[in-house]
């Protein structure tokens, strides 16, 4: 059964620093990503950042390149983004999310499931 467990959002003021968790089961590595997707309140969905398990190959939005890291923990099948000088606009709930086989995440479009979702809020 598909799991997406996601951790570590929460409030952080302006140039702050968050790491979020997700920590995923239930399906082949092989050829799937995970990553993460955003929305904030009356905005589309946005893809934020994903890695493939299997050869650790990435995307990340020219948005937050420069800030957000994302790696991965094959051992645990655990995926890390870390959000540096985070900005007010990055306020969203963060959702992680397991691409379509052979897909990475240059689109939402190209998520096929994802989790709960997590806030993450950028105030002073």
């Known amino acids: 059964q598909l799991q997406l467990v996601e951790s570590g959002g929460g409030l952080v003021q302006p140039g702050g620093s968050l790491r979020l968790s997700c920590a995923a089961s239930g399906f082949s590595f092989d050829y799937h990503a995970i990553g993460w997707f955003r929305q904030a309140p009356g905005k589309e969905r946005e893809t934020v950042s994903c890695?493939?398990?299997?050869?650790?190959?990435?995307f990340t939005a020219d948005s937050v390149k420069v800030r957000f890291t994302i790696s991965r923990d094959n051992a645990t099948n655990t995926v890390y983004l870390q959000m540096n000088s985070l900005k007010p606009e990055d306020t969203a709930v963060y959702y992680c999310?397991?691409?379509?086989?052979?897909?990475?995440?240059?689109?939402?479009?190209?998520?096929?499931?994802w989790g709960q979702g997590t806030q993450v809020t950028v105030s002073s």
């Open positions: 890695i493939r398990l299997s050869d650790g190959s990435t």
């Open positions: 999310a397991k691409t379509y086989p052979g897909r990475l995440c240059r689109g939402v479009h190209d998520f096929a499931s």
